[in-house]
């Protein structure tokens, strides 16, 4: 099995330009994912809190950094998350223009960035069967679901439109303002099936997704079917009919697919 990329589209709050989008995402798909233990794609997501400082390059840096400095998902630990993301903070706090910030922006900046992470890898399985297998970690309210057999078999970290909130778990930029944020890092992981939907998506699409799956219907269905002129009319329709909070709005689908139904060429975002 291998991977096919569907979807990558973003839409920044309604009446914001392109400029102020405080979400970010990146994929990077080997040609051979999972072939003889090598070749692994990996997908982040992260959704910046508005009311902090710099939020939109925090969570720019994030993402980058879970793709381009591999976090070990396998053996990770409170001391090993915090090592990981030391590099990312100096490099928030290098990209902020402290000598130009007035003394009232300065204070919030010091108090650091806030974002949501989920990160997503797919690679070999450990026990080197050839299969395919997942592994994700959540900081927030930015989800992963996994649509199986025309159903949804999978939503993590969430699972009801319900728990969403104004009050979701946060990484900070500032290590002395993060609290406890071990208590909000969520960790999930399974195999692969030919036919699987993997769709990550930010708060505002997460929730609507999950809404539309209680009421019976299929959200992944509707999903696939926009091209990249119609996700940004289909997402104002459905703000204007308060079916999606006005928010910054991301979506990213993967399929999983037999070889020989996808041509060999690299996926979109790979470096």
């Known amino acids: 099995m291998t991977l096919r990329p569907r979807t990558e ?13 405080e979400d970010a995402f990146r994929v990077v ?16 997501v992260s959704d910046g809190a508005s009311e902090s400082a710099f939020a ?15 976090l070990d998902l396998y053996g990770l630990t409170e001391d090993s998350l915090n090592v990981w993301l030391l590099s990312a903070r100096e490099q928030w706090h290098g ?16 108090a650091g960035a806030f974002a949501t992470l989920l990160g997503l890898t797919i690679g070999a399985a450990p026990d080197r069967s050839g299969r395919l297998y997942w592994k994700a970690l ?6 992963l679901f996994i649509v199986r057999d025309d159903r949804l078999w ?12 104004n009050t979701p778990a946060l990484v900070c930029s500032n290590p002395d303002n993060a609290g406890d944020m071990w208590k909000g890092v969520r ?38 079917a926009l091209d990249a002129a119609e996700w940004d009319v289909w997402i104002e329709e459905q703000r204007r009919e308060r079916l999606i909070r006005n928010d910054d709005t991301t979506l ?17 975002g790979q470096a």
């Open 252 to 268: 990213v689908i993967i399929e999983v697919v037999q070889d020989s139904e996808v041509k060999r060429e690299p996926c979109p």
């Open 154 to 165: 999978l939503s993590f970290p969430l699972e009801d439109a319900a728990q969403f909130d």
């Open 56 to 70: 939109r390059e925090w969570a720019n840096i994030l993402t980058d950094a879970f793709v381009d400095r591999p």
């Open 187 to 224: 960790q999930d992981s399974g195999e692969c099936a030919a036919g699987d939907l993997v769709i990550l998506a930010t708060d505002a699409l997460a929730c609507w997704l999950l809404a539309q799956n209680a009421a019976g219907e299929k959200p992944w269905e509707t999903l696939l």
């Open 29 to 44: 798909c080997p040609q051979r994912v999972g072939e003889s233990g090598s070749g692994v794609a990996r997908i982040a």
């Open 9 to 21: 589209f973003w839409l920044p709050k309604a009446g914001n330009d392109p400029e102020e989008y």
């Open 95 to 110: 990209c902020v223009p402290w000598d130009r910030l007035p003394w009232h922006g300065e204070a919030k900046a010091r």
């Open 138 to 143: 959540a900081v927030g309210d930015s989800c």
